[in-house]
C-alpha cells in the first residue's frame, strides 16, 4: 500500500503543461491545417516545442488538475463550445483554477490564453491577473 501511495505522489509531482480548447490543437505540423493550430495564430513557442495535456471541455479540465496536479503551464480558450443555460467556459476554468490554487495554497501556474474570443481573452486574463495580486501577494 505504501508503495502504491508513494508511485501516486511522484506522478502528481510530474510537470506537464495543459491546453484546454473543445476544437484546436497546440501546433499541428501540416500547413493545411493551420485553422486547428494555436500556433499559427499566436506564435507561443511553446505550442511548438512541448508536449501538452489536451482536454476538451469545463469538466476535463478539473478531472485532469485532480488527476495530475497543477500544471506548469495552462493555456485557455474561452469558448469550450458547451452551449447551454449551465454553459462553461475557458473563464470558468480561470476562475476554478485560482480557486484551487488558494484553497491548496499553490502559487498560480503559468499561463497562457489563446482563445480568438477578444472579450473572453480580456476576461480571463483580467481575473487571473488580479487574482495574483491580490491573493498571492498577502
Known sequence: KIKRILQDMTYKEKKF???IDDERFPYVKNPKLDDVSAYHYTNYEPFK??????????NEFIDKIEELGLPQICSFDNDLGDVGVD???????AKWLCTYCQTNGLKFPDYHVHSMNPIGKVNIISYIENYKKFV???
Do not use: A, M, N, Q
Open 49 to 58: 516545442t512541448k508536449k501538452w495535456v489536451i482536454v476538451r471541455s469545463y
Open 17 to 19: 503543461l495543459l491546453f
Open 136 to 138: 498571492e501577494l498577502k
Open 87 to 93: 454553459e462553461k467556459t475557458g473563464y470558468d476554468c
